[in-house]
Every structure is written in structure tokens, then in C-alpha cells.
């Protein structure tokens, strides 16, 4: 339960960053972009459903048992620091639509989240 909760984290978070990568591809540009429209619609809807479910994880991992005994030291940390970040973009997001804040700190905060995503495996 605990590693498919990370596993559909993933894939949530896969689902948030395709509609900027399918922007960048021209090649398939039909296909590309009306499933680029589907997901920008549901764009935040994905974002806090990874946020819950990796909360979930995380705490899940952390509560103990057999998850405790495969994280530790670096993997717990850098969960950890996923997360706050996961969390800051969310919150950028939300604040974002009440002020005008750059959205490129938003994108740089999402690769950033990428790459301790990429870490924490």
C-alpha cells in the first residue's frame, strides 16, 4: 500500500508537468494539444490529489514497520524536502490566482521538485 501510494504520487506529478512538456512538442501537435487542454483544466485538481496522496505516504512510511526499515537517513530527507516543496508550489498556485506573483518561480520550483523526486527514488 505504501509504495503504490508513492507510485500513484509519481504519476500525479507526471500528470502535472505534461502540459508544459506537450507544449514544447511540436511533432504532435494535434494529438499534443487537445490532450495538453484536457490537462490544463484539470491541472490543480491533480496537484493537490498528489499533495494528499504523497502526505499520505510520507506518513505512512514514517508511522513505522517495514516502510521505517527501508527509509533511512538520505531517502527520509530528501521525502521530507520533496514534499515541502510539493507543498510550496501548491501554495504559489493558490496564491498565485489572488496576485500576480512571476510564474516562472513557480515552474523552476516544480523542476526543482522533479529533480528531489528523482533523488528520493
Do not use: D
Not at 49 to 58: M, P, R
Amino acid at each position: 500500500m505504501k509504495e503504490l501510494l508513492g507510485w500513484m504520487g509519481i504519476f500525479l506529478l507526471l500528470g502535472t508537468c505534461l502540459p508544459f512538456l506537450l507544449r514544447r512538442l511540436p511533432v504532435l501537435s494535434s494529438v499534443a494539444g487537445s490532450l495538453r487542454h484536457t490537462l490544463v483544466r484539470i491541472h490543480h485538481r491533480i496537484a493537490l490529489g498528489g499533495l494528499v496522496i504523497l502526505a499520505w505516504h510520507g506518513l505512512l512510511m514514517l508511522s513505522g514497520g517495514w516502510g521505517w526499515l527501508t527509509h533511512r537517513g538520505a531517502a527520509i530527507y530528501s521525502g521530507v524536502l520533496a514534499w515541502m516543496v510539493t507543498l510550496l508550489v501548491v501554495l504559489l498556485a493558490v496564491y498565485r490566482q489572488n496576485k500576480a506573483i512571476p510564474l516562472r518561480l513557480h515552474c523552476w520550483l516544480a523542476g526543482l521538485l522533479v529533480l528531489l523526486v528523482l533523488m528520493h527514488l
